[in-house]
C-alpha cells in the first residue's frame, strides 16, 4: 500500500489524503448526528414512557390517598360487589375494584395511552390476572420476563425502580416502571391471617400472597415500536444526504484550492527552481510568500543558491589567481633556470683559469727550484748569478702577473658564486608564494569540499574535482619541499665556496707580496753585490717560504676545482628541480583551466 502511494505524485497524495480525510470527517459528522436523532428519539420515548407510568404511579398514590381519607362509602362499594359476586358478575366491573389504587393507575394510564397510540400494559410474574403475564405475548414474552427479572434484580440492588431496553425480535423499546405495594394494598395482598372472610382469602375471593408493604410485585409497561423512528432516521439519511454530499465537495474542493494555493504551488516552485540550479543557473532567487515551514524552505533554498554563488565566485578568482601565480612560476623557473646556466657557464670559466693557475703555480715552483739552485751556484760565480738574478726577476715578473690573475679570477668566482646566493634565495621566495598558493588551494578545496557534499547530489561532480584538486595542491607541497631542501644544500654549497675562495684570494695575495718582495730583493742585488752573501742567503730563505706558499697554492686551487665542480653538480640538481617546479606550474595552470569550464556550466549572474 505505502509503495503504491510513494509512487503517486504528492499532488494526488495530499489530494486523496484530504478526499479521504474529509469523506471521514463529513461521514462521521453525519452520522454522528443520526445517531443523535435516534437517541434523541430514544430519549423522546423514554421520556413519554417515563411520564405515562409516571401518571399511573401517582395516580395510583392519590387512590390510595383517597381510600386512606375515607374519600370513598367502602361499604356500598362491597355490598354492590357482592351483589354482583352473588349474580355470578364479573369482578372487575365493580365500583371497588376500579378504585383499587394499582387498577386506578392503569386504566387512567391506558386510556391516555389510546389516544396517544401508545401500548401501555401492566406486567407481572404469578398475576392474579393471566393477560399480565410476560407469556400473555407468546413470541416475545421470554425477553418480557428477563426483562422483568433484570428489574426486580436492579430495585434490589441499587433502589432503581426505572428499566428500558430494545427487543430485536419486534424492534420495539419496552419501558418497565416498578409496582411498589403501598399499606393499602395489604387488605387483599397481605398477610393472610387478616383475612377479611377469615379463610386466607380477600374481598373478592382471591388467596392472599402475604406480601408486605414497600415489596415491589409487577410494573407498569410501555412497549414502543422503532419502525416509524427508523422511518424518520431513514427520511434525514435520504433528505441530507444529497445536502452533506454538495457540502462535502464544497469543502473538499475548498481544501483543495488551499493545498494548491498554499502548499502544492510553493512546494512546485521550489522544485521548478531545484531543477534550475541543478542546470546551473545560480542567478535566480525566490520571493518568500509565507511565513511557515514553506517560507522557510524557499529562505533555505535561497540562502543555499547564495553561499554556492560566492563559492562558485570565490573559485572563479581563485583559479585566476592560481593561473596567474602558476604563470609567475613559470617565469620564475625560467629565469633560475638560465640563472643556472650563467652559473655553469661561470664555474666552467672559473675551472679553467683555476687549472691555468695550477700550471702556473708548477711553473712558479719550478721556477723557485731553479731559483734556489742558481744561489748556489752564485757562491762560485757572480756572472752566473747575475744571469740567475735576471732569470729570477723575469720568472718573478711572470709569477707576479700570474698571481695578479689569479686575484681577479678568484674575484670573478666570487662574484658569481654571490649571485648563485641570490638567485637561490629569489628561488626561495617564489617557492614560499607556490607554497602559500598550494595552501590556499587546499583550503578552497576544502570548503568547496563541504560545499559539494551540502548540495547534495547536485555536487558530486564538483566533489570529484575539488578531491583532485586538494591532491595536486599536496604533490605541489611535496615537490616544494623537495625544491626548498636542495636549494638549502645549494645555499650551503655556495657560501661554503665563498669562505674557500676568499681563503684562496687571501693565499694568492700573499704570494702576490712574496713576489714582489723576491723582486725588490733581485733589484737590491743588482744594486750592491756587498750584500751579496746575506741577499743570497735572504733570496734561499725567500725561495723555499715561497715554494711553500705556491706548494699551498696549488691545494688551494685543487680545493677551488673540487668546489667548482659541486657548483655544476648543484647546477644540474637546480634544472632537475626547475623542471619539476615547471612540471608542477603546468598542472597548477591545466587545475586552473579545469575549474573555470566547471565553473563556467553555471550562470551565476
Known sequence: MLKMLNSISLTKRILLIVGIGAFIVIGSVFMNFVSDF???????????????????????????????????????????????????????????????????????????????????????????????EPESDKVNGPFRRKLLQDLYKQVAEN?????????????????????????????????????????????????????????????????MPLDTIDAQVGNIIQSNTLITGLLAIIIIGSIIFLIKKTVISPIKRCVDFASAVEKGDLSLEMEIEQDDEIGNLVGALNSMVRQLKTMFNDIVNNAVSLNTMSDNLLNASERATNNADNINEKSNSVASATEELSTSMASVSAAAQQTSDNIGIVASSAEEMTATVAEIAQNTSRAQIITQKAVTVVKTASEQVDKLGISAKEITTVIESI???????????????????????????????????????????????????????????????????????????????????????????????????????????????????????????????????????????????????????????????????????????
Open 159 to 223: 433502589g432503581q425502580e426505572v428499566i428500558y431496553r430494545k427487543n430485536e425480535n419486534n424492534n420495539s423499546f419496552y419501558f418497565l416502571r416498578a409496582i411498589r405495594l403501598q399499606k393499602g394494598c395489604l387488605k387483599c395482598h397481605g398477610d393472610p391471617a387478616t383475612s377479611p372472610t377469615g379463610d386466607g382469602k380477600d374481598i373478592v375471593g382471591f388467596d392472599m400472597e402475604n406480601w408486605h408493604e414497600g415489596d415491589v410485585h409487577g410494573a407498569y409497561e410501555v412497549i
Open 38 to 132: 435516534k437517541d434523541n428519539s430514544l430519549n423522546a420515548l423514554i421520556e413519554k414512557a417515563a411520564s405515562f407510568t409516571a401518571v399511573a404511579d401517582e395516580t395510583k398514590n392519590h387512590m390510595a390517598r383517597l381510600h386512606s381519607n375515607k374519600s370513598f362509602d367502602e361499604k356500598m362499594m362491597l355490598d354492590e360487589l357482592h351483589s354482583i359476586l352473588s349474580n355470578g358478575g364479573d369482578y372487575s366491573s365493580s365500583k371497588y375494584f376500579k378504585t383499587i389504587p394499582v387498577v386506578a393507575g392503569w386504566t387512567a394510564a391506558e386510556n391516555a395511552a389510546a389516544k396517544e397510540n401508545i401500548n401501555f400494559k401492566i406486567l407481572s410474574i404469578d398475576s392474579r390476572n393471566p393477560e399480565h
Open 435 to 605: 607554497n602559500e598558493i598550494a595552501e590556499q588551494t587546499k583550503l578552497l578545496a576544502l570548503n568547496a569540499t563541504i560545499e559539494a557534499a551540502r548540495a547534495g547530489e547536485a555536487g558530486k561532480g564538483f566533489a570529484v574535482v575539488a578531491n583532485e584538486v586538494k591532491e595536486l595542491a599536496k604533490q605541489t607541497n611535496t615537490a616544494i619541499e623537495d625544491i626548498k631542501s636542495k636549494i638549502e644544500s645549494m645555499q650551503h654549497s655556495t657560501g661554503t665556496t665563498i669562505v674557500e675562495i676568499n681563503q684562496i684570494n687571501d693565499v694568492i695575495n700573499e704570494v702576490n707580496e712574496i713576489v714582489t718582495g723576491i723582486a725588490s730583493a733581485i733589484e737590491e742585488q743588482s744594486i750592491t753585490t756587498r750584500d751579496i752573501s746575506g741577499n743570497v742567503a735572504q733570496a734561499a730563505m725567500g725561495t723555499q717560504e715561497m715554494a711553500a706558499n705556491i706548494t699551498q697554492a696549488a691545494t688551494v686551487t685543487h680545493d677551488v676545482a673540487k668546489d667548482i665542480a659541486a657548483v655544476n653538480s648543484n647546477h644540474s640538481e637546480i634544472k632537475t628541480v626547475n623542471v619539476e617546479v615547471t612540471r608542477n606550474a603546468s598542472e597548477l595552470a591545466n587545475i586552473s583551466n579545469v575549474l573555470s569550464g566547471l565553473i563556467k556550466r553555471f550562470k551565476l549572474n
